[in-house]
């Protein structure tokens, strides 16, 4: 069992659509961080955390320490929004990354 | 304010050649992290360098390798290379350690291995 996991793997959208990307992990960690991956390999920090909620946009990610669970959401979806979303959690001495869940936004 | 600079961008080797790749982090940046990405195993942390120590390392043999110079600029190295390390190489800067802020992510390098 992967000690990151993602769901869905893939997802596909409606623009305007609310999207919700699950991240659980067994890990310890110091922080959970939510990357953006488009085609051609860039990669975008979107949020780090260690507790709560933090809100970027139309981008929120959440996070619950106790479950282990994270999870991202993005409001009224765009097909720009189109991109593998990663989520990364550890500590300093690990990192350890999900599969990634891959956003199809269809206009 | 210029981003985290990878070069090459791609790159084509032979086995059993060995490759240096270089990053260039955000100015101010002191830590820089390596990573190596492949279709079957996905995103994987190869390396941190902090104030130019090693400070974490992944689960990678020996083959791999890194340094971090004064100006934080660093360069990983991969001697004796294998078909299976044909993968995207993704370098990362921060201010700090990894787990305590947000990491700035460069291009890549696309390393393939013939």
């Known amino acids: 069992k992967n000690e990151v996991e993602q769901s869905p793997q893939n997802l596909t959208a409606q623009e305007g659509e609310f999207i919700t990307i699950n991240c659980s992990y067994s890990?310890?960690?110091?922080?959970l961080h939510w990357l953006q991956q488009h085609p051609g390999g860039g990669i975008v920090s979107l949020f780090m955390?260690?507790?709560g909620k933090k809100k970027h946009g139309r981008l929120i990610a959440t996070i619950n320490i106790q479950e282990k669970h994270s999870s991202l959401h993005i409001t009224a979806s765009h097909p720009r929004d189109s991109a593998v979303y990663i989520c990364?959690?550890?500590?300093?001495?690990?990192?350890?990354f999900g599969a990634g869940t891959r956003l199809t936004v269809k206009p | 304010k210029a981003g985290v600079t990878q070069t090459p961008r791609y790159l084509i080797k032979t086995r059993g050649q060995q490759v240096t790749l270089s990053c260039s982090p955000i100015?101010?940046?002191?830590?820089v992290s390596w990573y190596q990405q492949t279709p079957g195993q996905g995103l994987q942390f190869l390396f941190e360098?902090?104030?130019?120590?090693?400070?974490n390392k992944g689960n990678f043999p020996g083959r791999f390798s890194g340094r971090q110079f004064s100006n934080s600029r660093s360069e990983m190295n991969v001697s004796t290379l294998e078909l299976g390390d044909s993968a995207l190489y993704l370098c990362?800067?921060?201010?700090?350690?990894?787990?305590?802020?947000?990491?700035?992510f460069g291009a890549g390098t696309r390393l393939s291995v013939l």
């Open positions: 990362a800067s921060s201010l700090r350690l990894w787990g305590e802020n947000i990491q700035y």
């Open positions: 890990v310890g960690i110091s922080a």
């Open positions: 955390l260690s507790s």
């Open positions: 990364a959690a550890g500590d300093n001495n690990d990192m350890r």
């Open positions: 100015s101010g940046h002191r830590s």
């Open positions: 360098y902090f104030s130019e120590t090693q400070r």
